[in-house]
């Protein structure tokens, strides 16, 4: 027991350098797909029907791929044209994927707060531009975040897949810990409790947030059921 | 272009040998899922004391980590403990298990959203509290699911493709084997990117088919928009 | 004679196959309070929302103080600041206190400074009695409460013309008297006001013109008393003769 005790104080460093890495990765990956989602989540709704359509079909086609083999492809796209480090390339690449999930949000949310506050925007004197910033966004924001927190704790447990690109993320070193303890129920285990306690965090945080932002006396409208893909189709 | 179609062509046989792997797997660990998903859902809200806290824990543990950890704690950290399982067994094991945590998750939702008064309109007419979960619950339950259960089907397809990760020869795994010998990684992925994508296709139609069939109208979830 | 302040001539809309309005012209004077009466699904709400272009009309004319502003290229959210709405469903902005409610119009369509909007916001809502609640969120508020902010909002712009789209149809019995004063106080003032409601007793009293409109066409107009007392037209008849026999009860005080 105690042998184990000392293991694992000495992987522990190597192990949150990794989850600095995975951290990175998540949030980085996380952003790009929020300016992407909102580019795409809006073009979708309010964009013309050419727009319209290649969002739709890039939506389509990202949420048909697992995310390992979007990766994957983009991964190798992105670096036959640019000159990125795997980590970057990585970083992109989930980026984009998480965009198309990221912008069906904005669509459901955007959505749920219905024609008629567009309505008396524009009746008003509002130009849609106007309408959209003031008006809409700012309430969509509110009913997005609970399924944006499960697109958050998604991506995290995403990051984990650049270990395919030995990118030095958590599982990476867990694996290079196990290998040389031999202990890979420990190391393993280990990344498993360390995930687990960024996810947790993730979720307190974001609901702390929803509260902050919430608007007296409303209801979220908006149901989720956390499922895997992040959204119900 | 031309070379995606060669690709498809000359490989047809892997990626066939692929497809079915990944089917197969897919369907036993739904299955799998399905088996423990259930009886968690129904320890959930109808147990008590610690069972309730341990099969919270459990839904929170395997939704809260990769699947991948899961997939490389079974694979490569029972051994440790003298469980030493095959690909396939660990495979088959740690997407079950993690499916079941998400399918758990699912059917708490169904059974909840069905009106308590039907639960007590059945003891009204004689029923213990067992039967009425079984003749009435339940029922109402799998038909209030489908959709969000469907949503865990797909979603499990594309789970499952991290397995090649442990030299499980599914498709992704023929996709790496093909990108080897042909030298470009792109169009072995891409063709494999599409192969999933009809796949996915294919089991979404199939899905809505069933889900029209067994069909009660007025019953559906209310998904709040 | 001055010019009618809005002036519509053949406005004519469909949705797909059907017709919404078939042709429909009308003159709106300086503070002249004009009462739409008419069943359900007859385009009096089309009608209203083609006045200020939130809908745009297939066919027809539209001028505003002598202006064209069906025009093609004409800048349609000027419009809105002249000519201003009240919905049945209120529609205030969820997100915002009742006093931003009525501010937001003013700083980003008007470019008003903050302090000013501010000033301004408070006096229209002062003028409507609802000082106190200025803090408020929509849903802290009753509906009448919503429906007289919503009227200070579309008044802080100080518009030329009002329009009014069933604006008590959504609310209690006991709410919808505080909103008829409102506008009650608001066509005293002189202000043009364009209404669509099955309010009979408000119709009597405070409109100088009241049309009938069915089926996408406008049936029959008149003051009120021609209206009421005289109604040439059989179908007129036979609606204000329900409506009235409906309705009566609650102005036969």
Same mark, same amino acid.
């Given at each position: ?20 890495? *995975? ?34 079909? /890039? ?15 983009? /991964?190798?796209?992105?670096? !036959? /044209? ?20 990221? *912008?069906?949000?904005? !669509? ?13 925007? !524009? ?52 694996? $290079? ?9 420990? %190391?393993?285990? %280990?990344? %498993?409790?360390? $995930? ?38 | ?225 | ?7 519509? @001539? ?29 069943? #359900? ?34 800048? &349609? ?29 003013? +700083? ?5 400074? =903050?302090?000013?909007?501010?000033? +301004? #916001?408070?006096? @229209? ?16 508020? #009753? ?25 008590? #149809? ?7 008297? @505080? ?16 209404? =669509? ?6 119709? +009597?009293?405070?409109?100088? +013109? ?12 008149? &003051?009120?008393? @021609? ?27």
């Amino acid at each position: 027991m105690s042998q184990n005790l000392l293991i694992l104080i000495n992987l522990i460093p190597l192990l949150l350098k990794g989850a600095v890495v *995975s951290v990175e990765v998540a949030t980085s990956s996380l952003v790009i797909g929020l300016f992407i989602g909102l580019f795409v989540g809006l073009g979708r709704i309010y964009g013309s029907k050419v727009i319209s359509w290649f969002a739709i079909l /890039y939506i389509t086609v990202i949420r048909a791929t697992p995310p390992i083999v979007s990766l994957f492809v983009l /991964y190798f796209v992105i670096s !036959r /044209y640019v000159n990125l480090p795997p980590l970057l390339a990585g970083i992109l690449a989930l980026g984009i994927s998480s965009g198309a999930y990221q *912008s069906e949000i904005m !669509r459901s949310a955007i959505e749920s707060v219905g024609q008629s506050q567009m309505l008396a925007a !524009r009746a008003v004197g509002m130009s849609r531009i106007q309408a959209i910033t003031n008006i809409i966004l700012p309430q969509a924001f509110r009913l997005a975040i609970p399924p944006w927190s499960n697109e958050a704790a998604q991506m995290l447990k995403n990051s984990s897949l650049v270990y395919a690109l030995s990118i030095p993320e958590i599982l990476r070193q867990a694996q $290079y810990v196990s290998a040389t303890t031999l202990k890979p129920f420990l %190391a393993f285990g %280990a990344a %498993a409790v360390i $995930y687990f306690i960024l996810n947790f965090g993730i979720n307190r945080g974001l609901d702390s947030l929803e509260k902050k932002v919430k608007i007296p006396a409303q209801e979220s409208v908006y149901s989720i059921s956390k499922s895997r893909t992040s959204l119900v189709s | 272009m031309e070379e995606l179609i060669f690709l498809y062509t000359r490989y047809v046989p892997e990626f066939i040998e692929g497809t079915k792997t990944t089917l197969w797997l897919t369907g036993i660990s739904l299955l799998v899922g399905f088996i423990i998903g259930l009886p968690i859902a129904l320890a959930r809200i109808y147990g008590g004391g610690w069972i309730r806290k341990l099969v919270i824990g459990y839904v929170e543990v395997f939704r809260g980590t990769p699947l991948l950890v899961q997939l490389f704690i079974i694979y490569y950290g029972l051994p440790e403990f003298g469980i030493t399982l095959s690909q396939t067994a660990s495979a088959i094991v740690s997407l079950g298990l993690n499916s079941a945590a998400y399918q758990a998750e699912y059917f708490r939702g169904a059974i909840q959203a069905i009106d308590s008064g039907q639960i007590i309109a059945a003891r009204a007419v004689g029923m213990s509290h067992i039967k009425a979960i079984r003749y009435v619950v339940l029922p109402q339950a799998f038909r209030l699911v489908i959709p969000a259960w469907s949503n865990e089907a797909i979603g499990l397809l594309k789970a499952s493709a991290v397995v090649f990760l442990i030299a499980m020869p599914d498709l992704m795994a023929k996709a790496k084997i093909i990108a080897g010998r042909y030298f470009s990684p792109i169009e072995s992925y891409l063709a494999v990117a599409v192969a999933y994508i009809l796949l996915v296709l294919f089991l979404s139609i199939f899905l809505s088919f069933v889900e029209r069939r067994v069909k009660i109208p007025g019953l559906e979830i209310e998904t709040a928009r | 004679m001055k010019a009618p302040i809005i002036k519509a @001539e053949g406005i004519y809309k469909a949705y797909g196959e059907v017709e919404v309005l078939k042709g429909v012209s009308l003159n709106v004077n300086e503070s002249e309070v004009v009462v739409i009466i008419g069943p #359900s699904g007859t385009g009096k709400s089309t009608l209203l929302r083609c006045l200020n272009l939130l809908i745009k009309p297939d066919r027809g004319r539209i001028w505003l103080n002598d202006i064209e502003i069906s025009a093609p290229y004409f800048n &349609s959210n000027r419009v809105r600041e002249q000519v201003g709405m009240v919905f049945q469903d209120f529609n205030l902005f969820n997100h915002l206190t009742a006093l931003d409610n009525i501010s937001i119009a003013l +700083r980003k369509v008007l470019h008003m400074k =903050v302090a000013e909007a501010k000033e +301004r #916001s408070l006096q @229209e809502l002062n003028n409507v009695n609802l000082l106190d609640k200025k803090d408020l969120y929509p849903s802290q508020l #009753s509906g009448g409460q919503k429906q007289r902010v919503a009227i200070a909002r579309a008044l802080a712009l100080d518009p030329q013309v009002m329009l009014f789209d069933e604006p008590t #149809s959504a609310l209690d019995p006991e709410l919808i008297g @505080e909103v008829l004063e409102a506008m009650k106080t608001l066509a005293e003032k002189g202000m043009t006001m364009i209404v =669509v409601t099955h309010e009979m007793g408000f119709a +009597r009293e405070v409109a100088n +013109r009241i049309i009938f409109m069915e089926h996408g066409n406008i049936v029959e107009e008149g &003051s009120p008393n @021609e209206m009421f007392l005289h109604p040439q037209i059989l179908r007129t008849r036979e609606f204000l003769w329900k409506i009235t026999e409906l309705y009566g009860k609650h102005e036969n005080k």
